[in-house]
C-alpha cells in the first residue's frame, strides 16, 4: 500500500503555549539555582518537611500478577506494571547511595516508550531481595524458568521448518518491493 493511499484518521496538534511553559521552567530553575543560594536556611527545612511528605506517599505492592506503585504529593501518580510485561529490574547504586546504603530499583518493561526505566523506586529496602522476589513471581506468572537460548545446543544444519518458511516469505516480499520501486 502507497503512503498517498492511506488515509490519516488523526493528526495531533499541539498548543503553542507549550513553548512559554517550557520558557517559564528554564528561567525558574536558573534563577533558584543562583539567587536563592542566601535563602538555603530557610529553604532546607521546608525541603527536608516536603521530601518526608513525598515519602511517606510512596507505596509499592507486588501481587500476583502485578506491581503496583504510587507516589506523589500534589500530583499523585499511579502505575500498574503487570509482571509479564516486565523485561528486567535493575539494581542503581551510586556513590552518595552507597555511602548512605540506599538502592534504587528500575523498572523496565517490554513496549514501554522512551529511553530509560518505566518506574525507579529509590531507596526501597532490601532492594536486591525485593527485586529478586518480583522477577521470581515474574517467571511463575510466565510459565516458569526463563527462556535460555538453545541455538549453541543445536548441531549446525539443523533449522526449524516454521523460521525456514518465514525468511523464505520475506526475502519474497523484498524481491516484489524492489521489483516494483525499480519500475518506478
Known amino acids: 500500500m502507497n503512503d498517498i493511499d492511506e ?10 503555549k507549550v513553548r512559554v511553559y517550557w520558557l517559564i521552567s528554564a528561567v525558574l ?15 532546607a527545612p521546608l525541603a527536608w518537611y516536603i521530601s518526608g511528605l513525598y515519602l511517606k506517599s510512596h507505596r509499592c505492592t507486588l501481587t500476583e500478577r502485578t506491581l503496583k506503585v504510587s507516589r506523589g504529593v500534589l500530583v499523585r501518580q ?18 552518595i547511595m552507597r555511602s548512605l546504603d540506599l538502592e534504587a530499583v528500575s523498572v523496565e518493561t517490554a513496549g514501554q516508550s522512551g529511553a530509560g526505566s518505566l518506574v ?4 526501597i529496602r532490601n532492594g536486591r531481595a525485593f527485586r529478586d522476589a518480583v522477577l521470581k513471581q515474574r517467571d511463575a506468572v510466565t510459565g516458569g524458568e526463563p527462556a535460555r537460548l538453545t541455538s549453541a545446543a543445536e548441531p549446525d544444519g539443523i533449522v526449524d521448518t516454521n523460521v525456514q518458511a518465514t525468511l523464505t ?4 516480499i523484498l524481491k516484489r518491493i524492489e521489483a516494483r520501486s525499480t519500475s518506478l
Open 78 to 95: 499511579e502505575k500498574t506494571v503487570p509482571l509479564d510485561r516486565i523485561t528486567d529490574l535493575g539494581l542503581v547504586q551510586g556513590p
Open 7 to 16: 488515509t490519516v484518521l488523526w493528526e495531533a496538534e499541539f498548543n503553542p
Open 29 to 43: 530553575t536558573t534563577f533558584l539555582t543562583i539567587f536563592l543560594i542566601p535563602f538555603l536556611p530557610l529553604i
Open 120 to 123: 525507579r523506586l529509590t531507596g
Open 169 to 172: 516469505e520475506i526475502r519474497d
